[in-house]
Nanobody
Framework: QVQLVESGGGLVQAGGSLRLSCAASGRTFSSYAMGWFRQAPGKEREFVATISWNKRSTDYADSVKGRFTISRDKAKNTVYLQMNSLKPEDTAVYYC???????????????WGQGTQVTVSS
């Protein structure tokens, strides 16, 4: 069992930065691939970024490549999403998730956090 708690969301102006954190509980955290997804009002949940259990592989949605960076700290059982050059279209609830299988499909992910709101003003 893995429990995930996101933090770090907030209101930021376009062009600004935020860093989201996802604290995980459970002894098997290091065995899981971790991902970030987001859902804007009236839209489906979409993939943002993922990192493999051993940190060797990462993947990003085209819309965030070059602006967002995913990382993980096994000692702290935490995964991060550094978001730079934020745009109004990045506004959404951001969710952290854990999966036994690395990938970008939400169907891969077994555990989800409660989400944190990110709002980017123009």
């Amino acid at each position: 069992q893995v429990q995930l708690v996101e933090s770090g969301g907030g209101l930021v102006q376009a062009g600004g930065s935020l860093r989201l954190s996802c604290a995980a509980s459970g002894r098997t955290f290091s065995s899981y691939a971790m991902g970030w997804f987001r859902q804007a009002p009236g839209k489906e949940r979409e993939f943002v970024a993922t990192i493999s259990w051993n940190k060797r592989s990462t993947d990003y949605a085209d819309s965030v490549k070059g602006r967002f960076t995913i990382s993980r700290d096994k000692a702290k059982n935490t995964v991060y999403l550094q978001m730079n050059s934020l745009k109004p279209e990045d506004t959404a609830v951001y969710y952290c998730a854990a999966a036994l299988a690395y990938g970008s499909s939400p169907n891969n992910y077994n555990y989800w956090g409660q989400g944190t709101q990110v709002t980017v003003s123009s």
